[in-house]
Structures are given as C-alpha cells and as structure tokens.
C-alpha cells in the first residue's frame, strides 16, 4: 500500500482512537475507597485515579505537582468531606479547571446525605490539633454509607454522560444487592461479639462500631489527632482490665507502640487492619476491605 492509501485510514485509526478516549469521563479521588466505589459505577466508562492509596494517613496527603495535572484535565472531583481531605482545596484552587471548583458539576462531596456521627459540642479549638472539627467523616466504613455514596456518585455520573444512565444504573443495582449480601455475612461472623467493648486507635470506627453492633469502650488518642500522653495510656489501661476487653483495632500507619504497650500490661489483642482500599496487598477493593476488618477483628476477639 502507498503512503497515500495507508494516511486517511491511519487519520481515522487516530481519531476514532481520540474520541474513544474523550468518552470516558476523569475521576479523581481523593481515597482509594471513593476510587473503588465509582469504579464498581463508572466500570470501563471512566478512568479514575486516587491521591491516596490506603497506606498513608489520608487525613494528611503531600501535594505533589502532578495531582494538579491530574485535576486540570479531570472531569470530576469525589472527595469525603467533613474537612478530611481539606488538603484537596490548595490543589483544586491552583488546578484552575472551573468545572471542579466547589459547587461546580464537577466537584461531588460524598458526606452529603450521610448520617453524620461525633458532631462536636460547642466550639472545636483547631489549635489543639483535634483533627474531626466537623464531626466523625470515617462513614465510609459503614457498608449501609456505601449505598448511599453509590447512589450520589450514580446520580452525578449520569448528569455528567446522561448517554450512559442505564449502564451506570444497572452497575449501581449490582453492587448494592452485593453490598446487601455481604452485609448479612460480616453480621454473622461478628454476631456472637454483639454490645463487646473493643478500643480503637483512631477515632475512625464509630460508623463500623454502629453497624455491627459493637461497644467502643474509648480511644488511645484522647482527641482525634493527639498522640496519647503517659497518663491518658494509663486510664486506658485501667479501662481494659476493669471491662476485659480482648481487642485493640487500629489502622496499618499508625504507631503501634501505644497498643503494644497495652498488650504487654493487660495481654489485649492488638488487631492492626487497612481502614481503606489497598491499605494491604490482598485489600483490592470495598468488599475486601470490609471482608478483611471483620474477619481480623474476630479473630482477635475470640
Ligand atoms: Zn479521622
């Protein structure tokens, strides 16, 4: 074939190529588990990338240049809310897409719609460090929470590519009646621990707690953010020996001295666990991380 045959053919070849690409909407998240979600939604219609991936400490992500490549060209915005990923805003605002600006169609906050949980009383003193000033924003761990934030992350993707609203609408039926099932399997396997105290690290694990019916005695933080003091670890202390309690749960990236410490004093099980997608190798998405979190946490409450 001559160059002049094979050019028009390539030039198609190109261009369909161009608007297959432009087709798929560009997601970005600001957790794996936001990520996982829109995926199970958007499958092969979207390309989504995630600014954290489930090892670090998402209240507390390092801008990097390259994120605000990614959200020059993105098309949406899924971020938690509640001032978790607040470190979002900066990057956003240096972005300069108007389509993700707070408010905008591009930008969805997913604690719309939730029930939220640890509203502070009274006014929070951002300068104590307490890190949940606008209440408890660790919903996503409330597999009930999941469905709702499907159903907001359905309803934007079909504003946003209305030609794909049975797709979305179907793939949003599937992974709720999954969400369903499983539901029924984690509350058996934690079912003979109903109203057992546990203690947590962090305070991430009110909405958990709450669904599967578990008690959290208190937290090794005495304020959300606040590593513990010699004296607050002794209450503690004081708190698992008087109600023997079998369970610390805390998330892979924090510290385990702390918890260590309390095994050695009291013999409790320290039950370290990803808290978001990818925050171990085998967590590969929201049914494995919650699969995961309830299987350890039995285990250690045995
Ligand atoms: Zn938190």
New binding site residues.
Partial sequence: MRIKNVLPVLIIFLMTLSVNAREKLKIVSTTSDLASIAREIGKDRVDIVSFSNGTQDP?FIEPRPSMIMKLKKADLVLLVGMN?DVWLEPLVANARNYKIKTGNSGYLDLSQGIKKLGIPQGKVDGSSGH??PQG???YWLDPENVKVMANAITLKLIELSPVSADYFKANLRDFSSKIDRRIKTWQSTLKPYKNDKIITY???WSYFANRFNLDIACEIEPK??IPPSPGHLQKVLQKINHNKIKAVLMEVFYDPGPAEFLADSTGINVVIVPNSVGGTKQVKDYFGLIDTIVNELAEGMK
């Fill in positions: 209240h978790f890190i949940h408890n924003p660790h962090h305070q991430s959300p953010g």
